[in-house]
């Protein structure tokens, strides 16, 4: 793909039936509790980008047995009952941060020795909650770069070295290990969520049972609501109380076939484009049962003047006449992937429309609250940021030069902008390969 690309405006309401790929959330947990699983899994429907392939990848490094079938969008893990089949591994995870935080889980409960080497943008994400749960449960890491951050060299907890088991260790810090009593850790999840659904995906390797204890204010949130009902088509449980989060002694997965959902996050782009041209999408295979949490995304364009509506084929969003949207206030922290989204088309509302409990969108692929009031301030519109908000103001976007940090959904959502404004050009489209390979190629069919 070029360097740029540059957006076609359309000259009247679209009229959209779109496929996406799936669910990037979903396939790599589903090709993590694949490969946990007593048995083969049949995983349908997988998103085949950057980021399933490092996994996959990593997979295979550490001696999986899979077969790969990019066409049929099919995956067969044969998992080997929450042991790793290679004792020593390197494992390359990329710019993915689910496969860092869930196979840096699963490495540090392991018996074996491994190195995780990351891309320059992975190596700039926080690791360090993760890897200070991981020591006080027992394993070993040496950090090869920056203290806190990948690439490390993990040692897991059961893993022998000279002859010699690493120690049990304490279910709660100052007590006596117990095989009935369940592992116990802290975890705060203010800043990412990610790092208790790894606990809980890899929770089956902990035969004492696991629990984990939130310490922060935010207790729960769409994406680990994803991990506990995969989880649980997988045949184990994770409980919560409201404030511990727990999963049995002896819990195994089984399963022989897994269907990952279209990918919500990127049908909201299409959802979009309907609203902002006062038109009308159909994404096809979406349906309002979707689990995934950029669902809500559709009750912001409802409040915004869209109609949201179930058909046979999928959702269909159609926008009121001649895009004209209204402002809205949403905290959006329990579907942020789509702030992006909501930025990119609210200067087209009659009012202004402000983000809110976004903060920790900074710590992602990029700074995404900082990439928003650069890609705005480059199209002429109004904005005020906060430390954990933004506020954008009604304008009409000129033509310029979208950087997209390397970030998929910087490069996504602002193409949006791009079919109301003339010359909206996205720099380094090839980003989207991270999650929607052919997002550019789609849209030019599409306009």
């Not at 592992?183 to 809980?200: G, R």
């Not at 058909?311 to 579907?335: C, K, S, W, Y």
């Not at 002429?380 to 933004?390: L, P, R, W």
Request: net charge negative; charged share 25%; hydrophobic share 40%.
């Amino acid at each position: 793909m070029d360097d740029r690309y540059l957006v076609k405006t359309v000259k009247k309401p679209v009229d959209w039936r779109v496929t996406v790929p799936g669910s990037k959330s979903m396939t790599n947990r589903a090709l993590l509790l694949a490969a946990l699983s007593d048995g083969t899994v049949e995983v349908e429907g997988v998103l085949f980008s950057d980021d399933s392939r490092h996994f996959l990848g990593a997979l295979a490094a550490l001696g999986f047995a899979l077969r790969v079938d990019e066409k049929e969008k099919k995956v067969s893990v044969t998992g080997c009952g929450g042991r790793i089949p290679k004792k020593e591994a390197e494992i390359d995870v990329g710019s993915a941060g689910t496969a860092a935080r869930f196979l840096t889980a699963m490495l540090g409960f392991s018996d074996g020795r491994y190195m995780i080497q990351a891309s320059e943008q992975m190596k700039r994400r926080p690791m360090l909650p993760l890897f200070e749960l991981l020591l006080s449960a027992g394993a070993r890491i040496t950090y090869l770069e920056k203290e806190g951050f990948l690439p490390v060299t993990i040692c897991g907890r059961g893993y022998r070295e000279e002859g010699t088991v690493c120690e049990p260790v304490p279910a709660v810090a100052g007590e006596n290990p117990a095989p009935d009593v369940p592992l116990t850790l802290p975890l705060d999840i203010s800043k990412s969520t990610q790092f208790l659904s790894a606990l809980l995906l890899i929770s089956p390797m902990i035969r004492q049972g696991l629990k984990v204890h939130i310490t922060s204010e935010k207790t729960d949130g769409s994406y680990i609501r994803i991990t506990r009902n995969m989880m649980e088509e997988f045949g184990v449980t994770a409980g919560f109380d409201g404030r511990d989060y727990t999963v049995p002694a002896g819990a195994s997965y089984r399963r022989s076939r897994y269907a990952v959902e279209p990918d919500m996050s990127a049908a909201c782009y299409f959802y979009a484009a309907a609203a902002v041209t006062g038109g009308c999408a159909v994404v096809r295979n979406v349906h309002m049962d979707n689990t995934q949490g950029d669902l809500k995304f559709l009750t912001v364009l409802e409040q915004m003047g869209a109609a949201v509506e179930e058909t046979a084929d999928g959702i269909r969003v159609t926008g009121p006449q001649e895009g004209r949207l209204h402002g809205v206030t949403v905290d959006m922290n329990d579907f942020s992937d789509q702030a992006l989204t909501l930025a990119a088309i609210a200067p087209f509302a009659d009012a202004p429309v402000m983000i809110r409990h976004i903060g920790h969108i900074r710590l992602q692929e990029s700074d995404r609250i900082h990439a928003i009031m650069e890609a705005l301030k480059t199209l002429g519109i109004s904005c005020e940021e906060e430390e954990d908000a933004v506020t954008i103001f009604p304008g009409k976007p000129h033509g310029g030069i979208i950087h997209t940090y390397e970030d998929h959904r910087v490069a996504m959502a602002f193409a949006v902008t791009g079919l109301r404004a003339e010359g909206v050009w996205i720099d380094n489209p090839g980003c989207c390969a991270k999650t929607f390979e052919e997002y550019f190629q789609v849209l030019d069919t599409l306009t």
